[in-house]
């Protein structure tokens, strides 16, 4: 069972910076897709951006583009967000997410989800 460990949400003011982490351990292979959503109070859980195994495919929400950053460390089994210019719409619980399939992933559907860390944007 692969179990995924978000880090580094809190409470942040509009423009500012937060980098969130998440470590995969278990049954977790580095060859997996890993990825970000995120759900506000009342809405669904959107995508946010993906990172295929090699890198060779990654993809960000337009909403996020030029100010988010995804990353990951295969030896550390580890993906990242860097999130900058961040903005009070910005505010949800950030999902760390991973699929053996990069499609499976970026539709929404993956195999294993992470518990869920809070960002919040202060205008």
């Known amino acids: 069972q692969v179990r995924l460990v978000e880090s580094g949400g809190g409470l942040v003011q509009s423009g500012g910076s937060l980098r969130l982490s998440c470590a995969a351990s278990?049954?977790?292979?580095?060859?997996?897709?890993m990825g970000w959503f995120r759900q506000a109070p009342g809405k669904e859980r959107l995508f946010v951006a993906a990172?295929?195994?090699?890198?060779?495919?990654?993809d960000y929400a337009d909403d996020v583009k030029g100010r988010f950053t995804i990353s990951r460390d295969n030896a550390k089994n580890t993906v990242y967000l860097q999130m900058n210019s961040l903005k009070p719409e910005d505010t949800a619980v950030y999902y760390c997410?991973?699929?053996?399939?990069?499609?499976?992933?970026?539709?929404?559907?993956?195999?294993?989800w992470g518990q869920g860390t809070q960002v919040t944007v202060s205008s």
């Open positions: 990172f295929s195994w090699s890198g060779s495919s990654i």
């Open positions: 997410a991973t699929d053996n399939r990069y499609v499976s992933l970026k539709r929404g559907a993956p195999a294993y």
């Open positions: 278990g049954g977790f292979y580095s060859s997996y897709a």
